[in-house]
C-alpha cells in the first residue's frame, strides 16, 4: 500500500521527467498506479492552496477488488460458453451462418445470467475451443490415394485487367488427389453456368472422368444442409451425365481437401504474378491453360517427372467420357423498346424486328445464345459490368427509317472502334450509304469483322493501284466495299498484285474497274 510520501515522490518525479512511463520506471512502480494519482494530482493542482494542501495530505484510496470481474472461468461458465458455440455450429449446419452469436454476444449472456467474467477471458476461451486446445491438437489422417479416384474442386478470386478494364474473376481449380496435376479456367462469375461449363471443359481436356469429385460447401454444388448435406440440380446433372460420384467435406475443414486449397493459391500465383494484363477473358484463359499444361506436363525436377508419371497414371484408371453436356441455364425473357433483352443487369441486342416478342435465352457461363423457338438469332460475350452490349447489325431495317440517328446511336456509341472509324472517316454525310453496306454484309451472311477485314483489303489495294483511289475510297460508290465482300483472302488479285510487274498491275486494275463500274451500274 502507498503511503503519503510515495504519493509525494510520484508527484516530484513526475514534476521533473514529465513523463509517466519513465516516472514508473525511476520509483519501481506499476505504470497503471502512477498513471493514476498523477491525473489526480493534475486535476487538483488548478485548486487553491488549501484545497491542495488538504490533497497532499489525505491517505491514497484503493478500489474494493469487488468491483473487477472476475477472471475465473469455473465449470458452469465453460459450460454455458460450450452450449452457445453447439447452437452456433448447429445454426451453420442449417445454413444461419449469419445468426450465429459472436464472443460480444455470449459475453453479454454470461453477464445476464449473474457470471462476473470478463469479455477478453471469454474471448481466449472461444478461441482455444476453436483451435483445439481444451481438448488437445486435431490429428490429421494421412490419406492414400488411388489413381483415377478423386478429383478436388475449389473456387479461387483474382484481379485481372482485361481489355483495358480491371475487374473481378473467379478461377475455377481442379486437382487430382493421386498425381497433384491441376487445370483450371477463368469466369466472370461462380455461378451454376460456371460450375457446368468448368466440369466439361475439365473433364474433355483429361479425355475421362474421375471416380469421386470432392467439394466443400459452396452453394453451386450444395443445395440443402437439411437432413445432411443435399447435392444441388446442377451437380446431379453432371452425375448423372458423366457418371463420377461425389463427396462433401466437414464445416471448416479445408484440410480435407488440402491439394486443391494450395493448387488454388499456386496456380493463381504461377499464371498471373508475372502477368495480369490481356486484351481478351479469352486470351487469359488461354494463357492459364498454357501455364497448368506446363506445371502438368513439364519435367524439369524428379518432383516434376513423378508428377507426369502419375498424372498418365491417373487418366488410365479414370472412368470413360461420355458426350459432353450443355453447360446453359434456359431463361424466358422479353424483348423490350430498345430491342435488347436484360440479363444480369446488362442489356444484349437482339434483331430490332424482335421487340415485344418472348426469346430463349441460353446462358452459358462467359456468353448468352437467343433463340426465337429454334432460330439462333442473336448471341453474345458476357460482360460483368451492368450496361450496354449492342451489335449495329441488328438495328439495319430501324436505321433504314431514320438514317439521321446513325452518328448519335448508341449502336455506334457501342460498335468496335474500328467501325466507328469507317463511318466517321467515309460516311459522315451519307449515313444511308453505311447503311446500305451493312445490309450487304448481312445478306451475305457476313459479320461486321469481315466488314472492317474488306475495308482494310480496299485500303491495301488501293495502294497498289492508285487509279482505283476514287472509286475505292469515294462514299458515293458503296460498291468498292461490296466488291471487296467479295473477295476471298486468299485472292491474288490482293495478295499477289504487289509484287506483279506493271503490266501486270495495269491490265489487273482494268479489268477491276470493269467489274466496278458494272457493279455500280
Known amino acids: ?37 498523477v491525473r489526480e494530482y493534475l486535476e487538483e493542482r488548478g485548486k487553491s492552496d488549501a484545497e491542495y494542501t488538504a490533497y497532499l495530505k489525505s491517505e491514497p484510496q484503493y478500489r474494493k477488488g469487488t468491483e473487477r470481474p472476475r477472471k475465473v472461468l469455473t465449470e458452469a461458465v465453460c459450460s454455458l460458453i460450450d452450449s452457445y458455440l453447439k447452437e452456433n455450429e448447429e445454426k451453420r449446419q442449417r445454413g444461419d451462418r449469419k445468426l450465429c452469436m459472436k464472443a460480444t454476444d455470449i459475453h453479454s449472456a454470461l453477464q445476464k445470467a449473474g457470471f462476473t467474467v470478463s469479455y477478453p477471458t471469454v474471448s481466449k476461451y472461444i478461441l482455444s475451443r476453436r483451435k483445439g486446445q481444451e481438448a ?35 478461377i475455377a481449380v481442379f486437382t487430382l488427389a493421386y498425381s497433384n496435376v491441376r487445370m483450371a479456367f477463368l469466369f466472370l462469375r461462380q455461378d451454376t453456368a460456371a460450375f457446368l461449363e468448368s466440369h466439361r471443359k475439365c473433364f474433355d481436356i483429361f479425355s475421362g472422368v474421375p471416380h469421386r469429385m470432392v467439394y466443400d460447401n459452396m452453394r453451386v454444388a450444395v443445395a440443402s444442409f437439411t437432413g445432411g448435406k443435399q447435392p444441388t440440380d446442377a451437380l446431379l446433372r453432371l452425375e448423372r451425365a458423366y457418371g463420377f460420384t461425389h ?8 484440410n480435407e481437401k488440402g491439394h486443391v486449397e494450395r ?3 499456386y496456380v493463381r500465383r504461377i499464371a498471373f504474378s ?19 499444361m506446363d506445371l502438368s506436363m513439364t519435367i524439369s525436377s524428379p518432383a516434376t517427372a513423378d508428377i507426369v508419371r502419375r498424372g498418365e497414371e491417373d487418366k488410365k484408371a479414370m472412368l470413360p467420357l461420355r458426350d459432353s453436356i450443355s453447360c446453359f441455364e434456359p431463361r424466358t425473357l422479353t424483348v423490350d423498346k430498345y430491342g435488347t433483352i436484360v440479363l444480369g443487369g446488362v442489356h444484349y441486342s437482339v434483331p430490332d424486328s424482335l421487340v415485344g416478342k418472348k426469346l430463349s435465352v441460353h446462358e452459358y457461363a462467359n456468353r448468352i445464345e437467343v433463340y426465337l423457338q429454334k432460330r439462333k438469332v442473336a448471341v453474345h460475350e458476357k460482360t460483368p459490368v451492368n450496361g450496354w452490349k449492342l ?30 472509324e469507317i463511318f466517321f472517316d467515309h460516311f459522315p454525310d451519307n449515313a ?3 447503311i446500305s453496306l451493312l445490309k450487304t454484309v448481312r445478306d451475305k451472311g457476313l459479320t461486321l469483322e469481315d466488314f472492317v477485314i474488306a475495308h482494310d483489303m480496299l485500303e491495301d489495294f488501293v495502294i497498289a493501284h492508285d487509279m482505283l483511289e476514287d472509286a475505292l475510297i469515294n462514299p458515293s460508290m458503296p460498291g468498292a466495299f461490296e466488291y471487296a465482300l467479295s473477295l476471298d483472302a486468299d485472292s491474288p488479285g490482293i495478295n499477289q498484285t504487289l509484287g506483279a510487274s506493271a503490266d501486270e498491275i495495269e491490265r489487273y486494275a482494268m479489268k477491276s474497274i470493269a467489274e466496278l463500274t458494272a457493279i455500280m451500274n
Request: proline content about 2%.
Open 1 to 37: 500500500m502507498l503511503t503519503m510520501k510515495d504519493r509525494k515522490n510520484i508527484i516530484s518525479e513526475y514534476d521533473r521527467t514529465g513523463s509517466i512511463r519513465a516516472t514508473a520506471r525511476s520509483l519501481g512502480l506499476n505504470r497503471k498506479t502512477v498513471g493514476r494519482y
Open 136 to 170: 488437445g491438437q486435431e490429428c490429421y489422417i494421412r490419406q492414400v490415394y488411388a489413381p483415377g479416384m478423386d478429383c478436388e474442386f475449389d473456387w479461387g478470386e483474382l484481379h485481372l485487367t482485361i481489355d483495358g478494364r480491371r475487374m473481378k474473376l473467379y
Open 247 to 254: 463427396r462433401f467435406c466437414n464445416i471448416r475443414s479445408g
Open 263 to 265: 493448387s488454388v493459391e
Open 274 to 292: 508475372s502477368r495480369d494484363t490481356f486484351a481478351s477473358l479469352e486470351e487469359a484463359n488461354q494463357w492459364l491453360y498454357d501455364t497448368c
Open 391 to 420: 451489335d449495329m447489325m441488328h438495328y439495319i431495317s430501324t436505321f433504314e427509317k431514320k438514317p439521321g440517328s446513325v452518328a448519335g446511336s448508341a449502336a455506334l456509341q457501342y460498335a468496335a472502334p474500328e467501325i466507328k
Open 432 to 434: 444511308a450509304g453505311f
